[in-house]
T-cell receptor
Framework: EAAVTQSPRNKVAVTGGKVTLSCNQT?????MYWYRQDTGHGLRLIHY???????EKGDIPDGYKASRPSQENFSLILELATPSQTSVYFC?????????????FGSGTRLTVL | GDSVTQTEGQVTVSESKSLIINCTYS????????LFWYVRYPGEGLQLLLK?????QKGSSRGFEATYNKEATSFHLQKASVQESDSAVYYC???????????FGSGTKLTVEP
């Protein structure tokens, strides 16, 4: 069954440390996205990609980098983690529909930065 | 910029009663946006419930309906008779007409009481 898998499910990091969140999709979708969700807020877009080798900035990219080494994998990198980056992170792949693509989400990664 | 507003953070309804979850949007991009409802059931990932890409049209799925009202800039989610299994968090979202990026509302947690 096609799926979007995120790892790790939970992560505790120290301030100033490097954190890498991984996402793998078996949907064969070109588009992939990283969102974060904080209590009382909707999902906010951090970075996205239209295919291997491409990354684009979303609405809140500061403090984050993204890497898309292959069709299947899309990573979110926090080079110098800060407590304000404590959040739940969601990865999604998009079917690239001509109008209004559908997104398929992973189960999320809960990141705590101490 | 484009945005979505859900005014109710939590809604509690008795089983077999009717439901409406409010959603209004603001879109500044050219053309009419595409509108979506996504849902997260307990223990599951976020998934598409329904979408409507044409103003004035209605979308439906699993007994839920939503009508794209461009005059009122609304996309309320309704169901005539809810079940316990409908308990979940519901997110309204939009994408600009010419751009495959989703903007989410803050979500409404629905609890259906037996």
């Amino acid at each position: 069954e096609a799926a979007v898998t995120q790892s790790p499910r939970n992560k505790v990091a120290v301030t100033g440390g490097k954190v890498t969140l991984s996402c793998n999709q078996t949907n064969n979708h070109n588009n992939m996205y990283w969102y974060r969700q904080d209590t009382g807020h909707g999902l906010r877009l951090i970075h996205y990609s239209y295919g291997a080798g491409s990354t684009e900035k979303g609405d809140i990219p500061d403090g984050y980098k993204a890497s898309r080494p292959s069709q299947e994998n899309f990573s979110l990198i926090l080079e110098l983690a800060t407590p304000s980056q404590t959040s739940v992170y969601f990865c999604a792949s998009g079917d690239g529909g001509a109008r209004a693509e559908t997104l398929y989400f992973g189960s999320g990664t809960r990141l705590t930065v101490l | 910029g484009d945005s979505v507003t859900q005014t109710e953070g939590q809604v509690t309804v008795s089983e077999s009663k009717s439901l409406i979850i409010n959603c209004t949007y603001s879109a500044t991009s050219i053309g009419y946006p595409n509108l979506f409802w996504y849902v997260r059931y307990p223990g599951e990932g976020l998934q598409l419930l329904l979408k409507v890409i044409t103003a004035g049209q209605k979308g439906s799925s699993r007994g839920f309906e939503a009508t794209y009202n461009k005059e009122a800039t609304s996309f309320h989610l309704q169901k005539a008779s809810v079940q316990e299994s409908d308990s979940a968090v519901y997110y309204c979202a939009l994408s600009p007409s010419n751009y495959n990026v989703l903007y989410f509302g803050s979500g409404t947690k629905l609890t259906v009481e037996p």
